[in-house]
Protein backbone atom coordinates (compact mmCIF):
# COMPACT_ATOMS: atom_id res chain seq x y z
CA UNK A 1 0.00 0.00 0.00
CA UNK A 2 1.97 3.91 -1.18
CA UNK A 3 0.17 6.29 1.50
CA UNK A 4 0.70 10.22 0.71
CA UNK A 5 1.87 13.44 2.71
CA UNK A 6 0.75 17.12 1.67
CA UNK A 7 2.57 18.70 3.48
CA UNK A 8 1.53 22.09 4.24
CA UNK A 9 2.90 23.39 7.29
CA UNK A 10 4.90 26.03 5.78
CA UNK A 11 3.98 29.98 7.15
CA UNK A 12 3.55 31.17 3.46
CA UNK A 13 5.93 34.17 4.62
CA UNK A 14 6.79 35.19 1.43
CA UNK A 15 2.71 35.11 0.60
CA UNK A 16 1.57 37.82 3.16
CA UNK A 17 1.47 34.83 6.03
CA UNK A 18 -1.40 33.29 3.73
CA UNK A 19 -2.16 29.30 4.47
CA UNK A 20 -0.78 28.29 1.06
CA UNK A 21 -2.93 25.19 0.83
CA UNK A 22 -5.89 28.08 0.09
CA UNK A 23 -4.18 29.84 -2.01
CA UNK A 24 -6.27 30.22 -5.30
CA UNK A 25 -4.87 29.22 -8.57
CA UNK A 26 -7.20 29.29 -11.89
CA UNK A 27 -10.29 29.22 -9.29
CA UNK A 28 -9.07 26.59 -6.45
CA UNK A 29 -7.25 26.02 -4.20
CA UNK A 30 -3.72 24.93 -4.52
CA UNK A 31 -4.59 21.55 -2.33
CA UNK A 32 -7.44 20.80 -4.41
CA UNK A 33 -4.62 21.05 -7.71
CA UNK A 34 -2.72 18.63 -5.65
CA UNK A 35 -5.33 16.24 -4.89
CA UNK A 36 -6.64 16.28 -8.32
CA UNK A 37 -3.06 14.78 -9.05
CA UNK A 38 -2.17 12.63 -5.98
CA UNK A 39 -5.39 10.87 -5.65
CA UNK A 40 -5.43 8.62 -8.19
CA UNK A 41 -1.64 7.41 -7.40
CA UNK A 42 -2.03 6.33 -3.83
CA UNK A 43 -3.97 4.41 -2.04
CA UNK A 44 -4.37 6.84 1.39
CA UNK A 45 -3.87 10.58 1.75
CA UNK A 46 -3.16 12.52 4.81
CA UNK A 47 -2.04 16.01 5.18
CA UNK A 48 0.76 17.55 7.57
CA UNK A 49 -0.52 20.76 9.52
CA UNK A 50 -0.22 22.71 12.25
CA UNK A 51 -2.91 24.92 13.64
CA UNK A 52 -6.50 24.50 13.59
CA UNK A 53 -7.54 20.97 11.60
CA UNK A 54 -10.54 21.92 10.84
CA UNK A 55 -9.74 24.39 8.33
CA UNK A 56 -9.14 20.88 6.22
CA UNK A 57 -12.17 19.30 7.01
CA UNK A 58 -14.39 19.85 3.39
CA UNK A 59 -11.62 17.43 2.02
CA UNK A 60 -12.28 14.62 4.43
CA UNK A 61 -8.58 13.50 5.10
CA UNK A 62 -6.54 12.61 8.21
CA UNK A 63 -4.55 15.98 9.61
CA UNK A 64 -1.08 15.15 11.32
CA UNK A 65 0.36 17.64 13.23
CA UNK A 66 4.14 17.45 13.48
CA UNK A 67 5.60 14.98 16.64
CA UNK A 68 8.86 17.17 16.83
CA UNK A 69 7.97 20.75 16.84
CA UNK A 70 10.77 23.04 15.40
CA UNK A 71 12.42 21.07 13.28
CA UNK A 72 11.07 21.55 9.82
CA UNK A 73 9.79 19.63 7.05
CA UNK A 74 11.27 16.34 8.90
CA UNK A 75 8.57 16.73 11.41
CA UNK A 76 6.03 16.53 9.03
CA UNK A 77 7.51 13.84 7.42
CA UNK A 78 8.24 11.69 10.73
CA UNK A 79 4.24 12.65 11.55
CA UNK A 80 3.63 11.04 8.32
CA UNK A 81 5.86 7.86 8.39
CA UNK A 82 4.20 6.86 11.82
CA UNK A 83 0.22 7.66 10.22
CA UNK A 84 1.62 5.53 7.44
CA UNK A 85 3.02 2.80 9.55
CA UNK A 86 -0.61 2.41 11.42
CA UNK A 87 -2.63 2.14 8.55
CA UNK A 88 -0.12 -0.76 6.87
CA UNK A 89 1.83 1.16 4.07
CA UNK A 90 4.78 0.40 2.74
CA UNK A 91 6.23 3.47 1.52
CA UNK A 92 4.81 7.08 1.71
CA UNK A 93 5.10 9.76 -0.73
CA UNK A 94 5.72 13.66 0.32
CA UNK A 95 4.51 16.58 -1.94
CA UNK A 96 4.89 20.38 -0.70
CA UNK A 97 1.14 21.91 -1.10
CA UNK A 98 2.11 24.30 -2.82
CA UNK A 99 3.77 21.68 -5.99
CA UNK A 100 0.61 21.84 -8.11
CA UNK A 101 2.06 20.02 -11.70
CA UNK A 102 3.42 17.18 -10.13
CA UNK A 103 3.39 14.39 -12.51
CA UNK A 104 0.41 12.44 -12.79
CA UNK A 105 3.19 9.03 -12.69
CA UNK A 106 4.60 10.44 -9.79
CA UNK A 107 4.69 7.64 -7.43
CA UNK A 108 5.09 4.83 -10.17
CA UNK A 109 8.44 6.20 -11.13
CA UNK A 110 9.73 7.11 -7.82
CA UNK A 111 8.95 3.31 -6.86
CA UNK A 112 10.34 1.73 -4.73
CA UNK A 113 11.68 4.04 -2.09
CA UNK A 114 13.90 5.52 -0.92
CA UNK A 115 13.69 7.95 -4.00
CA UNK A 116 13.87 11.87 -4.82
CA UNK A 117 12.35 13.72 -7.61
CA UNK A 118 15.33 16.04 -9.64
CA UNK A 119 14.25 18.22 -12.48
CA UNK A 120 17.08 19.57 -14.91
CA UNK A 121 19.70 18.67 -12.38
CA UNK A 122 17.53 20.35 -9.06
CA UNK A 123 17.26 17.82 -6.31
CA UNK A 124 13.40 18.83 -4.76
CA UNK A 125 14.34 17.09 -1.56
CA UNK A 126 10.31 17.30 0.25
CA UNK A 127 8.68 14.93 -3.27
CA UNK A 128 10.30 12.08 -2.12
CA UNK A 129 9.26 8.15 -1.47
CA UNK A 130 9.86 7.19 1.78
CA UNK A 131 10.18 3.83 2.96
CA UNK A 132 7.77 3.41 6.09
CA UNK A 133 10.92 1.45 7.77
CA UNK A 134 13.33 4.60 7.76
CA UNK A 135 11.30 5.96 10.75
CA UNK A 136 13.15 4.68 13.50
CA UNK A 137 16.41 6.65 11.64
CA UNK A 138 15.08 9.62 11.33
CA UNK A 139 13.64 9.54 15.13
CA UNK A 140 17.49 9.80 15.55
CA UNK A 141 18.21 11.72 13.18
CA UNK A 142 15.76 14.74 14.30
CA UNK A 143 16.91 13.97 18.60
CA UNK A 144 20.25 16.18 18.38
CA UNK A 145 19.58 20.00 19.01
CA UNK A 146 20.84 20.93 15.23
CA UNK A 147 20.02 21.60 12.15
CA UNK A 148 17.49 19.40 10.12
CA UNK A 149 18.29 19.64 6.28
CA UNK A 150 16.14 16.86 4.30
CA UNK A 151 19.03 16.80 1.95
CA UNK A 152 21.57 15.38 4.80
CA UNK A 153 18.43 12.49 5.78
CA UNK A 154 18.18 11.74 2.00
CA UNK A 155 21.77 11.15 1.86
CA UNK A 156 21.40 9.00 4.63
CA UNK A 157 18.89 6.51 4.06
CA UNK A 158 20.76 6.52 0.28
CA UNK A 159 17.68 7.82 -1.43
CA UNK A 160 18.28 7.77 -5.45
CA UNK A 161 17.51 10.25 -7.91
CA UNK A 162 14.70 10.40 -9.85
CA UNK A 163 15.17 12.78 -13.10
CA UNK A 164 12.14 14.54 -14.87
CA UNK A 165 11.71 15.87 -18.11
CA UNK A 166 9.06 18.24 -19.11
CA UNK A 167 8.82 21.70 -20.95
CA UNK A 168 8.40 23.17 -17.25
CA UNK A 169 8.99 22.33 -13.74
CA UNK A 170 6.46 19.81 -12.47
CA UNK A 171 7.76 20.52 -8.66
CA UNK A 172 7.67 24.28 -8.83
CA UNK A 173 6.96 26.33 -5.82
CA UNK A 174 4.76 28.89 -5.43
CA UNK A 175 6.06 31.01 -2.84
CA UNK A 176 5.76 34.35 -4.18
CA UNK A 177 2.58 36.57 -6.07
CA UNK A 178 5.26 36.54 -8.66
CA UNK A 179 5.48 32.89 -8.19
CA UNK A 180 1.60 32.32 -8.64
CA UNK A 181 1.21 34.60 -11.39
CA UNK A 182 3.33 32.49 -13.79
CA UNK A 183 1.85 29.42 -12.43
CA UNK A 184 -1.56 30.70 -13.42
CA UNK A 185 0.06 31.15 -16.87
CA UNK A 186 0.97 27.81 -17.68
CA UNK A 187 -0.79 24.77 -19.18
CA UNK A 188 -2.14 22.12 -16.65
CA UNK A 189 -0.03 19.11 -18.15
Known amino acids: MIAALILAGGRGSRLGGADKAFV ?14 LTPQVNRIAISANGDATRFAEFGLPVLPDLHHGKGPLAGVAAGLAWAADIGADALLTVPVDTPFIPHNLAERLAPAPSVSCYRGRQHHLVTFWPVDCLPMLE ?3 EPEDKYKVRDFLKLIRARQVSFNASHDP ?4 NTPEDLAAATSLPAV
Open 171 to 174: FMNI
Open 24 to 37: TMNGQPLIAHLLAR
Open 140 to 142: RFL
